[in-house]
């Protein structure tokens, strides 16, 4: 390294210190904040990539052979290429300073005694790209042919360019590539790729339109390997043919592709391709594939990558337009999404787990939103721990969620995603269900069946936790149910089934803290936690009111006896307190037989007073009833000694 190439290096760490009294410098090297400077104003509007025509009827319409020859004798041109509707018209945008290219510039007093051209080192950080600066000596490189790029710098593309198999082949760290929209022709005679890098780092890719000349050979636009800190965007590729595929990632690490569109027309392809990869960031590009069996993205044993804010749409069969095969902790947020064949919009594969899928729009689907399968081949993998969460849906064909083919036994989390249609694993899955604000179910034992209407069929609201097993009996199964933001000045908190205590063992509390309660239940109804309900009052039937005398003293009044007719006469008896029970058995008798007056008057009197004294006795046994049964004892046998003496006067009379 020479001394003017170390002394560069000092300034740029420094970043504009004074190395000494006479000598400063300044670093244009702003650090972007966010990625909105990274995309230019036209975004997109890199050469709209056209398939070559075959009909050669138009005079100026060109075939592939002739674009060949002409390319060959150097006597092709922009114009040739727009008639012959090889690429769209466009304009080359001016060269000024890249958002990735800055100015060292040293002074001596006032005096500029040097400057040089450097690389910003793609610091987007708030796109995960942290990467140091490199400075580049020398001004950047006017491309006007394909070659390989052997020496890091800044290289402009300033022409078509035309590539028989690859064009650019980078073969250095520290590179930046910006077409300024002029397209590039590649794989013309044989297989090759627009761009491609094996085992590079810190490369930069932009406004490029690459236009797959044949469709005879399998060659993506972008082909990356075994590189790290890698940067593409607003870039414009597409392809027809079979077996192929647009961007192809595999075994990189930290990679950004932003704002970029591609569109795919041939069988058996992929739009973008990611395989073996990590820290990968997918946003806001355009991606569209028509055949079938063509996945718009397709991700395998990806890790701690971000797809988000893309626009994907696929037509064929087979075609899903995001595709993850034993992918991990990947975040799925806000992508735009169509179906319109018979293809799922998310096909999750094999041991894909622990994955976030939020806030999507699935507009369209020609089968499921969601479709997990652990394949064939997957043994017992369990496609644990991946996330639902506030995903949208509009025309959905098959099931809003399909868990039919995933691994039996797994777990998946719905928070605060609403799901209409759905079906699980014939052998069960355990579901979580969450909405924060309210709480959570998990069930505690696999869940089966199928479906409609699930919003309805599960409910979580304040202290009120819901699921209708006699609509869906697959899920009336046990669980852990967590109420959140409950009242917190509970005296004897309690869990209600229905509006009814329920207890152990069907229910119980495992935890109560704060205003937040953990519960278990063994079947579904309707739950809540609440107060303790207060006993019901007892309500004493009349047999037991007659057994304990109904706490009162009752009292039978009768009427006198009426005249003797036919021997036989009659009264009416009643009791003197309504609202006491009376024993029928103690009701003084309302009719008897008579022959003579005298006889009725004895009677009567003998009658009349024992009314009085059974109603006496009965008042007052209510105090003492031990003394009570000797008073009575003894006034039956006074009595029975009056009638005695009474009868015998009447008989000596006669």
């Known amino acids: 390294m020479n001394k003017k190439f170390t002394l560069f290096v000092i300034l740029i760490l420094l970043s504009g210190l004074v190395l000494a009294q006479e000598l400063s410098v300044t670093n244009f090297s702003p650090v972007q904040k966010d990625d909105s400077a990274l995309i230019p104003n036209n975004s997109l509007t890199a050469t709209a990539i056209q398939v070559p025509p075959k009909d050669s009827s138009n005079p100026f319409i060109k075939t592939p052979d002739e674009i060949i020859k002409l390319v060959d004798s150097g006597r092709i041109n922009k114009k040739i290429l727009v008639e012959s509707k090889v690429i769209g018209d466009y304009e080359p945008r001016e060269i000024k300073e890249s958002d990735f290219i800055g100015t060292i510039k040293v002074y001596d007093g006032v005096s500029l005694i040097d400057s040089s051209t450097y690389i910003k080192g ?103 390997s075994a590189g790290k800190e890698i940067f593409i965007s607003n870039n414009a590729a597409k392809t027809n043919s079979e077996n192929s595929g647009l961007l192809v990632l595999n075994n990189v690490k930290n990679v950004l592709v932003l704002g ?41 044993e990806v890790r701690k990558s971000t797809i988000e804010d893309n626009k994907i749409s696929t037509s064929g069969d087979n075609s899903p337009t995001i595709y993850t095969l034993n992918t991990r902790k990947n975040d799925f947020i806000d992508n735009k999404i169509k179906t319109s064949g018979d293809s799922s919009a998310f096909l999750i594969f094999g041991g894909s787990i622990e994955n976030d899928f939020r806030d999507n729009h699935i507009v369209e689907s020609g089968k499921d939103a969601f479709e997990f399968s652990s394949g064939s081949l997957s043994g017992a993998l369990q496609q644990n721990g991946n996330l639902l969460s506030e995903n949208k849906f509009g ?89 959140n933001n409950l009242p917190g000045n509970m005296a004897d908190p309690v869990i209600l089934k229905d509006g009814l205590l329920c207890e152990s063992p069907e229910c119980e509390i495992l935890s109560m803290e704060n205003e937040t309660a953990k519960i278990s239940v063994s079947e579904w109804g309707s739950y809540s936690v609440g107060e303790r309900p207060e006993e019901p009052q007892q309500l004493i039937v009349e047999e037991e009111l007659r057994r304990r005398g109904g706490g009162c003293s009752t009292v039978w009044v009768c009427d006198s006896w009426n005249t003797c007719e036919e021997g036989q006469q009659e009264r009416t008896c009643v009791k003197q307190n309504e609202f006491c029970y009376a024993d029928p058995e103690l009701k003084p008798v309302e009719a008897q037989s008579c022959t003579e007056s005298e006889i009725i008057e004895v009677q009567d009197e003998q009658q009349g007073a024992i009314a009085r004294i059974t109603g006496a006795v009965i008042g007052f046994g209510r105090q003492a009833p031990g003394l009570a049964i000797l008073i009575f004892l003894g006034l039956i046998a006074g009595l029975y000694l009056v009638v005695a003496l009474a009868r015998r006067r009447f008989n000596l009379k006669k």
């Open 122 to 224: 793609f610091k987007v950080e708030a796109l995960a790209l942290k990467l140091e600066q490199e400075i580049i000596e020398g001004s950047p490189v006017l491309l006007t042919e394909c070659g390989p790029i052997s020496e890091p710098g800044v290289y402009y593309l300033d022409s078509v360019v035309y590539g028989g198999e690859t064009c650019f082949e980078i073969e250095s760290n520290d590179v930046f590539l910006d077409c300024r929209n002029h397209p590039i022709l590649y794989s013309m005679k044989g297989e090759g790729n627009a761009i491609s890098s094996h085992g590079n780092s810190r490369i930069a890719i932009k406004d490029c339109g690459m236009v797959k000349f044949s469709s005879e050979f399998d060659s993506p636009a972008i082909s990356i």
């Open 260 to 300: 970029n569109s591609f569109e795919l027309s041939g069988e058996n392809s992929k739009a973008v391709s990611i395989t073996q990869a990590e820290d990968i960031t997918l946003k806001r590009n355009k991606i569209a594939t028509s055949p079938d069996n063509a996945p718009g993205i397709f991700l395998e």
């Open 395 to 483: 025309a959905i064909e098959g099931y809003t969620l399909n868990l039919a083919e995933t691994s039996s036994l797994s777990n998946i989390t719905l928070l605060n995603q609403a799901v209409d249609t759905y079906v699980f694993h014939e052998d069960g899955i355990f579901p979580v269900i969450r909405r924060p604000i309210y709480g959570a179910i998990a069930f505690t034992e696999p869940v089966t069946g199928s479906g409609s209407n699930a919003t309805n069929i599960v409910k979580l609201n304040t202290n009120f936790m819901q699921v209708k097993s006699d609509i869906a009996p697959g899920l009336n199964k046990p669980a852990i149910v967590i109420f």
